[in-house]
């Protein structure tokens, strides 16, 4: 008997003219199928219209606080044969984890019956005492007396040094003075050595009460740190101890019905602790309600609602990818035994491309690297224009990186063939001698007509390969763009990187920070097309030998 299921939808629209997919949705790269699109579409309707609850999207003309929020949909078939999907959100929403229409999260950490909320509210009081003796006026006060004392007494020290420095000096001129064979020459002597013993045990006297008032200070704020730290370990401890106990709470199925804890999904992995979150993201909620409802899972996609975040790319409405970090162990279970799509990323999309070799000599050669086509030997793949490079020249020190394009980037790219020539060349791209110009292809109209755009990049931790805009951390990162001309809704333009940061020119045309407009055909900031609309078009550099200038342009096929 199936499990009654609430959160199921019956579509709208009607579906009879649409096929079922042959497999389930690969969730880390796809393109939605056209039910899923459909189901995306009545959910975002409901969106726009609902008034149950409320939430600051960002939507509104003028909203400066409003936050997006991922939403996903998982097209199912029920025990009756009917289509339906559910729908969810990632994380909490106007923070509550349930809200009509939407499956539940794994696990309600939110509700009244749960120990997450006591023993939080133990570890916030923890914290909050841990603040107030970390403020404490008392230890401020003992370790502003303590660095004072400290440089009074190495002043103090500094000057009788110099003291003892002076007076030997003087000493040893009298005592050159004395006549060796009077008997108030030896007197003299004593005295000189009396004042040379007095001084050190003056020394020695201002050294041990420095340290007897100094050890005095420590030991009270040592009491006072102790106290603290105790307050703090403990603090650390409880919060380790209800991460555990939450993440043993969250416990995910999977079509045969095998249930695993994120502690053991995680365990195996290279981060057996869950990054915060885990298991909050839209689709492990999408599936685990479907398996607990004896669901069939037929598709799914994931899609963005709201104003873009400051830092990752997502833009309104827009379908992405599951995240590598937190979902990649989670969904890698909960779709064990499915039948999925294939991963592109294992396929070789160079298989059957010619690399064309634009010129060579002694020193270096410089190739046109088709799109989808790697640079160098990838984590899954090895054919690459480097590997093909080191068949074509087995002979010689090299071939050697000395920069790359990405994968779905076609255009110029130079390698050296000696020790000497890559030191050349390397030094060149270092003080940025070397001149690019790169033609994109994005997705929108362009109103000005030339900019610039610095915002600082940095990896994704969370979502590799993905870049983030960083400006406490990230790397500055410089680009200068011109149009060169503007239709049917799309902008051609030059694009002049004057850094070379990963995915600079991809981020730096998306981000609603720069242009605000995704490259065409970017599979990982925009939409998925025939190719990424980016192409590396000329690239001019000191020949390493000759140092004569060298030039080469490939125009783009867009």
Same mark, same amino acid.
């Given at each position: 008997?199936?499990?009654?299921?609430?959160?199921? *939808?019956?579509f709208?629209?009607?579906?009879?003219?649409? *096929?079922?997919p042959?497999?389930?949705?690969?969730?880390?790269?796809?393109?939605?199928?056209?039910?899923?699109e459909?189901?995306?579409?009545?959910?975002?309707?409901?969106?726009a219209t609902?008034?149950?609850?409320?939430?600051?999207?960002?939507?509104?003309?003028?909203?400066?606080?409003?936050?997006?929020?991922?939403?996903?949909?998982?097209?199912?078939?029920?025990?009756?044969?009917?289509l339906?999907?559910?729908?969810a959100?990632?994380g909490?929403?106007?923070?509550?984890?349930?809200?009509?229409?939407?499956?539940?999260?794994?696990?309600?950490?939110l509700?009244?019956?749960?120990?997450?909320?006591s023993?939080?509210?133990?570890?916030?009081?923890?914290?909050?005492?841990?603040?107030?003796?970390?403020?404490n006026?008392?230890?401020?006060?003992l370790?502003?007396?303590l660095?004072?004392?400290?440089?009074?007494?190495?002043?103090?020290?500094?000057a009788?040094?110099?003291?003892?420095?002076?007076?030997?000096?003087?000493?040893?001129?009298?005592?050159?003075?004395l006549?060796?064979?009077?008997?108030?020459?030896k007197?003299?002597?004593?005295?000189?050595?009396r004042e040379?013993?007095?001084?050190?045990?003056?020394l020695k006297?201002?050294?041990?009460?420095?340290?007897?008032v100094?050890?005095?200070?420590?030991?009270?704020?040592?009491?006072?740190?102790?106290?603290?730290?105790?307050?703090?370990?403990q603090?650390?401890?409880?919060s380790?101890?209800?991460?555990?106990?939450?993440?043993?709470?969250?416990?995910?199925?999977?079509?045969?019905?095998?249930?695993?804890?994120?502690?053991d999904?995680f365990?195996?992995? *290279?981060?057996?602790?869950?990054?915060?979150?885990?298991?909050?993201?839209?689709?492990?909620?999408l599936?685990?309600?479907?398996?607990?409802?004896?669901?069939?899972?037929?598709?799914?996609?994931?899609?963005?609602?709201?104003?873009s975040?400051?830092?990752?790319i997502?833009?309104?409405?827009?379908?992405y990818?599951?995240?590598?970090?937190?979902?990649?162990?989670?969904?890698t279970?909960?779709?064990?035994?499915?039948?999925?799509?294939?991963?592109p990323?294992l396929?070789?999309?160079?298989?059957?491309?010619?690399?064309?070799i634009?010129?060579?000599?002694?020193?270096?050669?410089?190739?046109?690297?088709?799109?989808?086509?790697?640079s160098?030997?990838?984590?899954?793949?090895?054919d690459s224009?480097?590997?093909?490079?080191?068949e074509q020249?087995?002979?010689?020190?090299?071939?050697?990186?000395?920069?790359?394009l990405?994968?779905?980037?076609?255009?110029?790219?130079?390698?050296?063939l000696t020790?000497r020539?890559?030191k050349?060349?390397?030094?060149?791209?270092?003080?940025?001698?070397?001149?690019?110009?790169?033609?994109a292809?994005?997705?929108?109209?362009?109103?000005?007509?030339?900019?610039?755009?610095?915002?600082?990049?940095?990896?994704?931790?969370?979502d590799?390969?993905r870049?983030?805009?960083c400006?406490?951390?990230?790397?500055?990162a410089?680009t200068?763009w011109?149009?060169?001309?503007?239709?049917?809704?799309r902008?051609?333009v030059?694009?002049?990187p004057?850094?070379?940061?990963?995915?600079?020119l991809?981020?730096?045309?998306?981000?609603?920070?720069?242009?605000n407009?995704?490259i065409?055909?970017?599979?990982?900031?925009?939409?998925k097309?025939?190719?990424l609309?980016?192409?590396?078009?000329s690239?001019?550099?000191?020949?390493p030998? *000759?140092?004569?200038?060298?030039?080469?342009q490939?125009?783009?096929?867009f």
């Open positions: 008997m199936p499990h009654p299921a609430p959160c199921f *939808t019956p709208i629209a009607s579906t009879g003219g649409v *096929t079922l042959d497999r389930f949705t690969f969730p880390f790269y796809y393109q939605p199928h056209p039910l899923s459909l189901a995306a579409q009545e959910l975002q309707d409901k969106l609902q008034t149950d609850w409320q939430y600051d999207f960002g939507l509104e003309v003028g909203s400066t606080s409003g936050t997006g929020k991922m939403f996903g949909v998982l097209v199912v078939k029920n025990g009756q044969g009917e339906g999907y559910l729908s959100f990632s909490k929403i106007a923070d509550q984890n349930l809200l009509p229409g939407f499956v539940p999260p794994v696990f309600d950490m509700s009244s019956d749960s120990f997450f909320r023993e939080l509210a133990e570890i916030t009081r923890v914290s909050e005492e841990a603040k107030r003796r970390q403020s006026p008392e230890l401020g006060k370790e502003q007396e660095k004072q004392q400290s440089s009074d007494f190495e002043h103090r020290m500094s009788h040094r110099q003291a003892m420095i002076e007076g030997r000096a003087h000493r040893k001129q009298q005592r050159s003075q006549d060796d064979n009077d008997d108030q020459h007197q003299a002597l004593i005295q000189l050595s040379s013993v007095t001084e050190k045990n003056q006297a201002l050294k041990d009460q420095q340290k007897k100094l050890s005095s200070l420590e030991e009270k704020i040592s009491v006072l740190r102790d106290e603290l730290n105790q307050l703090l370990n603090r650390k401890s409880m380790n101890a209800l991460q555990h106990k939450l993440f043993e709470q969250y416990q995910f199925l999977n079509q045969d019905g095998v249930q695993k804890s994120l502690n999904i365990s195996a992995t *290279t981060t057996p602790i869950p990054p915060a979150g885990s298991g909050e993201c839209a689709a492990p909620k599936m685990q309600y479907a398996f607990i409802h004896d669901l069939t899972p037929i598709c799914l996609a994931e899609f963005w609602w709201g104003v975040p400051k830092s990752e997502r833009q309104h409405k827009k379908y990818p599951s995240c590598q970090s937190k979902c990649l162990p989670i969904l279970h909960m779709l064990e035994g499915m039948e999925l799509d294939p991963n990323l396929e070789n999309p160079a298989e059957g491309k010619e690399l064309d634009l010129y060579q000599d002694d020193a270096i050669v410089v190739v046109n690297k088709p799109a989808d086509f790697l160098v030997p990838g984590k899954n793949i090895n224009a480097y590997s093909r490079l080191i020249f087995p002979n010689v020190e090299g071939p050697f990186v000395i920069h790359r990405d994968m779905a980037t076609s255009g110029l790219l130079v390698f050296a020790r020539a890559n050349s060349l390397q030094k060149q791209f270092i003080t940025r001698t070397v001149n690019k110009r790169y033609v292809l994005i997705d929108g109209e362009l109103s000005e007509s030339e900019g610039d755009i610095t915002l600082p990049l940095r990896g994704d931790l969370y590799r390969p870049q983030l805009v400006f406490e951390h990230g790397k500055h410089d200068h011109e149009v060169i001309n503007v239709q049917d809704g902008t051609k030059y694009l002049y004057r850094t070379g940061r990963t995915h600079q991809r981020v730096h045309c998306a981000h609603h920070q720069g242009l407009m995704p065409v055909g970017d599979d990982l900031y925009g939409l097309a025939d190719r609309h980016l192409h590396a078009e690239l001019s550099f000191e020949h030998y *000759t140092k004569e200038p060298l030039s080469f490939v125009d783009s096929d």
